[in-house]
Every structure is written in structure tokens, then in C-alpha cells.
């Protein structure tokens, strides 16, 4: 029998068939650069991920899960045990008691957390308020509920070593009769700010005068760093343990950031029951429920969380200063970094001396001609023109890799 050949498909069946709804995002950042760094052999500093592997007790407990016949799906909410290990989590840092049984939804990461909070919570006719620059995530989770969007600019520091910062009262003014939410996320990809006390009080002040949801994204709270002359990091405080914020927050986590097992996409959110509803209502018709093995897995994990970040932070703060340094040597300003896997530097006069327009022509040349990927971040801004002089570095990788790419980046010196 001949095999049929397949035909050439007419040109109009051939072009991307996405809905308006997605079909501006194109391709992710992420997905582009990891790509783009493969094919010039760059050191890959775009995509936040660690190089390496997570903690060994992880892997052990996962495979003895799956041998042991976990592989079913697991209840939508999570299995038991991973719930009661983020509530023990929790109350360990000090926060409030939860009940794991009706405050805790496990997810597929906190991507899915995100998306889930997001369509789950808002209606068409809702607006959120997000910080730019931004994880991209947050502008996609407004797609999948299809709301709109108020976009808050966290300003870049005057010197290099301050903080971004907010005004609260351009925060106040984004705040219209349809904005049921804030959208908050520290630690802070892609700036590394980690948001202070009296920051977190101007947002809750205004989330309880106006009725308004908290979404606190907290996926790196496990990794602050110290800073360059070893002062202590900033703390890491969860806006629902601010007064009269425990019943209006969502807060979303993951094991990914903190542990280095970002494939394993165990996220969850944690909310009161009235709020946890529209993330579970969400959630039950976009995976139902995350891997039954990794989440066992995961219990180890959390159960020892402290300690286990705790050479994560030791290494990521020792790569955040050598780069750092490498990148003043280069030509790049180096911003302040508190946390995450990330730091921002700006690079006009290094671009304005090769003649390169903006973020994304200085990435491309980055990748290509140094061999150190990097991600344009204008794609964490609504208005574009506010990330066009800047560019973000992962640093969570091993301490070869970051030398590696600081040999590269001295090159550049040398020119
Ligand atoms: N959060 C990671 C980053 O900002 C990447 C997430 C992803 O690839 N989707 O780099």
C-alpha cells in the first residue's frame, strides 16, 4: 500500500491561529533567549533557573513516591501532607495558623497559581493594579480572566545603590471603581527589591479603604541576600499577616524558586476559604491537580525549608557581587539586588559607545557577540520605553558558570 503524502497546506490554514487574547504576547521571553542562548553557545543568564539540582532528600522522597504507588491523580486541593507542611511552613515563619484543609490549593507551580487566582477572581468588567516592571505572567493572567489592567511604576533608583521604589499616591490614583485587586511581588522579579514594612502599610491602607483583594506573589522568600559588605538582608514580610489583611490576600509560593526544582512546578496559594474558593473554582477545570509524586516530594523539602535555602543564599549573594563587579568593569551601572535570582543593570553608556537602540538590540549582541544571554526587560514594562536602558542577569547558577560568564563579560573590559 502507497502512504499517502501529506499536501501543502494552503497559506491561509498555515498562519497561528490564537486568539486576540494571547496572540499579542508572541513568544515568551523566556522560551526565546534559553533558545537564542543555545544556538551562539552563551552562557545563559536570561531565564531564571539554577544549573544545578535541588536538595537530594527531594529526589529521594519523590522516586520512593512513585514506587510506593503514589501516581494517582492527588485531591485537587493538594495531598495531606504537602498542605500540612506549607501550613507548618507558614506558622514557622511566625505568621498566623491556617487550616491546610480549607486555606491551602496546591497548583501546577505558581504559574498556575497566578492564572488560577487571576480568572478565577476577576470578571471582564474588573480591573487590577500591577507594578511594572513585572513577571510577564501577571499581564498573561489578566488575558486569561479577561479584565483590565492599571499598571503602578516601581522608579528606578537615582543611585545605583537604592532601592526601586513606589509612590502611593500615583498607587492611589491607578485606583478606580472597577479595581477589585493589587497585584503584589516580593521579593520582586526582575528588580531583586524586597518591599518594606511601610511600603506593605501604604498598600494595605489603600487594599482596606477600597475593599480590594490582595494577590501577593512570594515565590523567592526564601532567598534573602546579604548584602555586599555582609549587612543582613531585608525581611521578608507577607502583607496578610498586616492588620485587616488576613481575609483580603491570596498569598501564591512555590518549591521551585527557593529549592531549585523549578520543573517540578509545585506552587500553591494560600487564602481564606472565601477567597481560596475562586482560586480552587478556577483550578479544578485547568489541571484539577497538580503531580501526586512531586508532591510528596515536596513535604521533605518544606519541612526543612530554612535550612535547606539557607546555601542557596550564600552562593546566589557571592554570584550576585561578582557579577555585579564584572558588569561595572564592562561599562554596565549594576543596580541593588536584595533577593530573587535576579539583578537589573543599566546599560546606556556601554550601548550608546556600540551604537546598540535599546534592551533588545543589546541582549541580541549580548548573546551573540559576548556569549552571555541576558533578558530585555522593556517585555516587564507596560509603557516599553521604561525598560529600554535597562537589562536583567539571572545569578542562580553555579559559582563556574557566573566565573565563566565573568571572563566573557572582561572581554568586553579589555575592548
Ligand atoms: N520566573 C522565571 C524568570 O523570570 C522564568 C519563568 C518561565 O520561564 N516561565 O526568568
Known amino acids: 500500500m502507497t502512504q499517502q503524502q501529506p499536501s501543502a497546506a494552503p497559506q491561509h490554514a498555515t498562519s497561528p491561529r490564537v486568539s486576540r487574547r494571547f496572540a499579542h504576547f508572541g513568544q515568551s521571553v523566556f522560551a526565546r533567549y534559553t533558545a537564542l542562548a543555545a544556538q551562539h553557545n552563551a552562557i545563559n543568564l536570561s531565564q531564571g533557573f539554577p544549573d544545578f539540582d535541588g536538595p537530594e532528600v527531594a529526589k529521594l522522597a519523590a522516586k520512593a513516591a512513585i514506587d510506593a504507588g503514589h501516581n494517582q491523580y492527588a485531591p ?3 495531598v495531606k501532607p504537602v498542605r500540612d507542611a506549607i ?23 505558581c504559574s498556575e497559581a497566578i492564572g488560577c487566582t487571576m480568572a478565577g477572581l476577576l470578571n471582564p468588567e474588573d480591573e487590577v493594579i500591577i507594578f511594572q516592571p513585572y513577571f510577564d505572567f501577571y ?10 489592567a492599571k499598571f503602578v511604576t516601581l522608579h528606578a533608583p537615582r543611585s545605583a545603590g537604592e532601592p526601586f521604589t513606589f509612590d502611593a499616591a500615583e498607587l492611589e490614583r491607578a485606583i478606580t471603581p472597577r479595581t477589585r485587586a493589587i497585584l503584589l511581588n516580593t521579593p520582586h522579579n526582575p528588580t531583586g527589591k524586597v518591599f518594606t514594612r511601610s511600603e506593605l502599610e501604604a498598600i494595605a491602607r489603600l487594599c482596606i479603604a477600597h475593599d480590594l483583594v490582595c494577590i501577593s506573589d ?48 509545585v506552587g500553591w496559594a494560600i487564602a481564606p476559604p472565601h477567597l481560596g474558593a475562586a482560586v480552587r473554582a478556577a483550578h479544578q477545570f485547568m489541571t484539577f491537580s497538580g503531580s501526586t509524586p512531586m508532591q510528596h516530594g515536596a513535604v521533605a523539602v518544606l519541612r526543612d525549608a530554612a535550612a535547606l535555602a539557607q546555601p542557596l543564599v ?18 554596565f551601572v549594576p543596580l541593588r539586588s536584595d533577593s530573587t535570582y535576579f539583578l537589573m543593570a543599566d546599560h546606556s553608556a556601554l550601548s550608546a559607545r556600540q551604537g546598540l537602540a535599546d534592551d533588545e538590540a543589546l541582549c541580541q549582541w549580548l548573546t551573540r557577540e559576548v556569549g552571555v544571554a541576558a533578558i530585555p526587560p522593556s517585555v516587564f514594562y507596560a509603557d516599553k520605553h521604561l525598560g529600554r536602558s535597562l537589562v536583567r542577569f539571572a545569578f542562580c547558577k553555579k559559582q563556574s558558570t557566573i566565573d565563566a560568564a565573568c571572563e566573557r563579560l572582561a572581554k568586553l573590559a579589555a575592548r
Open 76 to 78: 485537587m486541593a493538594g
Open 87 to 109: 501550613a507548618g511552613m507558614w506558622h514557622d515563619a511566625g505568621k498566623f495558623a491556617i487550616d491546610p484543609d480549607t486555606w491551602i490549593t496546591v497548583t501546577c507551580g
Open 139 to 148: 499581564e498573561a493572567g489578566v488575558a486569561w480572566a479577561g479584565c483590565g
Open 218 to 265: 512570594e515565590v523567592y522568600e526564601h532567598l534573602l541576600l546579604p548584602g555586599p559588605d555582609g549587612a543582613p538582608p531585608p525581611p521578608h514580610i507577607s502583607i496578610a499577616t498586616l492588620p485587616g489583611m488576613q481575609h483580603r490576600t491570596i498569598t501564591l509560593s512555590s518549591l521551585g524558586k527557593s529549592f531549585s526544582l523549578t520543573g517540578w512546578k
Open 314 to 331: 550564600s552562593l546566589f549573594a557571592r554570584n550576585r557581587d561578582v557579577l555585579s563587579a564584572a558588569l561595572a568593569r564592562a561599562g
